[in-house]
């Protein structure tokens, strides 16, 4: 674990933390709500979770929320799962998203700025994108699609997914999406459980500087989703429309006026999956108001976005991050969406695309931070990135290491905000606040109204030690239930079963004593030696510093007669080899940089460390692999990156029998 640091990386400036919106609503929610005017936003965050019902009533009138008809109570039920929010409202998400076209001043201006691997940015106004879900929205009336059907799309990340989103939330229809590069097999194993009655679907896609058809997938999908009213057409890659389905240049050229359907607070926006490595994906339904709050406080409040701001985040249809990106919108902020590979020409592909797109906050992966870091590049030099103000991260901790060349190569005023959440919750538990200082391999402190703790087995809360993260109170995007899950019998399992009745998220975490959380990695594959557990994202940390290693997995097996096995699985970099010199310096490193402790039994090379499709290091059926159990009850391959991988360790696993 790496221990608390008492002095930031980063500080924000005094004008910086005047201006930013979280301090002007902490001053506005004080004089109309109650909240403190001062002890800055550790007073305010305790607030947020104290004053759980006035904190969310604050946040919905400080952005706006038109609620066609007025809700009766903020917080019917607390309970979860089922705690019921804004109970007797409606409203409809897409609305507020369009709301900036509304204002004549800035109709013309871009909602999207959209770059694929050429990086030459393409805008599509506020008007255009208002006109576009508008003449969709009627089409899809038209096609009988009503409130709570399921629209879904196998698309990249283009301004048409972003029509496809609005326009069905629009009608009150449910979204669900994969990326082009999901095989026929993962995306019915989402799809077919959701039952959509309309498909928006590319030809193909581009990526790497070269095209990947996909028409033959794309029939794949029509013949086993047998619910299909109609598909979509969208030709990416130039191909005519296949016979019976429509093209989007129909379905778009109206010029209708929105119509925004008024649901239910809890009336379901879209489906997200997890990354469902053994079973079915769990399909997870979150709702138009839990969503429109929660991110209007997750970007307005936290990620500081407004008007003026451009907002990218490196991303996939298939992940979260694109959901949340998308929401830039409820914020005025001009959203950019980069279809393409994170490394083509060059690994500095991102770092171009905020320049071209000037860029305010830059969002990416850790793993993408420590490739740049390991390739010798330096952003702000070879790069024009004075736009940008804050390089947030996610996905997996941003190892120390990370945190330092940021600061060193992308700008020593840039605020670095690793940030953590989940699919589960489409939002962030801990992360960005504009006006905390960062401290090296920390997430700046838990989100308002999130009452995040660390508790030790026995529910008794930890501060400065590794406990699991839970939350203790209910947060508005929530899933408000699983697809196809009756009684909420899978829901409950997923989060309730260890603490009843608060949410056990699966990360192994540190409070710290200065209010910031450190994220050790998942707690169900989380190493127990004699006792004392360790995150796998320590670990990783130290190893892949070295230039010899390109990816790490290590894995913790307790062996049937009392026994634990800890092998450290390295893929090495081209032309390494892994001879004793570099065992040594791989025993050593972990020695010195964590503790004995942490020292793997075995340092074993493998081809490659398999993923989720949503990029994801897999562990868990992985240590099930070792445990014996066959591949097909260890992992669904449906959800793994390339299943070829996981083979080498049930071979593994057969030598040691």
Partial sequence: ??????????????????????????????????????????????????????????????????????????????????????SGATLNYAEHALRTAEEPDRASEPALLYVDETHEPQPVSWYELRRQVGALAAHLRALGVSPGDRVSGYLPNIPQAITALLATAAVGAVWTSCAPDFGARSVLDRFQQVEPVVLFAVDGYRYGGKSHDRTETVAELRSALPTLRAVVHIPLLGSAAPEGALDWSTVTSGDTEPVFEQVPFDHPLWVLYSSGTTGLPKAIVQSQGGILVEHFKQLGLHCDLGVGDRFFWYTSTGWMMWNFLASGLLTGTTIVLYDGSPGFPDIGAQWRVAERTGATLFGTSAAYVMACRKAGLHPARDYDLSAVSCVATTGSPLPPDGFRWLHEAAGADVWIASVSGGTDVCSCFAGAVPTLPVHIGELQAPCLGTDLQAWDPQGKPLVGEVGELVVTNPMPSMPIRFWNDPDDRRYRSSYFDTYPGVWRHGDWITLTEHGSVI????????????????????????????????????????EPEGGYWMPLFVHLAQGAVLDDALRTRITRTIREQLSPRHVPDDIIEVPGVPHTLTGKRIEVPVKRLLQGATLEKAVNPGSVDNIQLLRFYEELARSRR
């Fill in 1 to 86: 674990m790496n221990p608390p640091n008492a002095e930031p990386l980063w500080q924000p400036s005094r004008q910086r933390i005047d201006a930013a919106r979280i301090t002007r609503f902490q001053a506005w929610a004080a004089e109309r709500y109650g909240a403190p005017a001062d002890g800055g936003y550790a007073a305010l965050h305790r607030w947020s979770v104290d004053e759980l019902e006035t904190f969310w009533t604050a946040v919905a009138d400080w952005f706006d929320v038109r609620f066609s008809t007025p809700y009766d109570t903020v917080l019917a039920d607390r309970s979860m799962p089922g705690a019921q929010w804004f």
């Fill in 519 to 558: 994220i050790h990695g998942r707690s169900d594959s989380t190493l127990n030696r004699q006792g004392v557990r360790m995150g796998s994202a320590d670990i990783y940390e130290a190893v892949e510093r070295l230039p010899e290693i390109r990816e790490s997995l290590v894995i913790g097996l307790e």
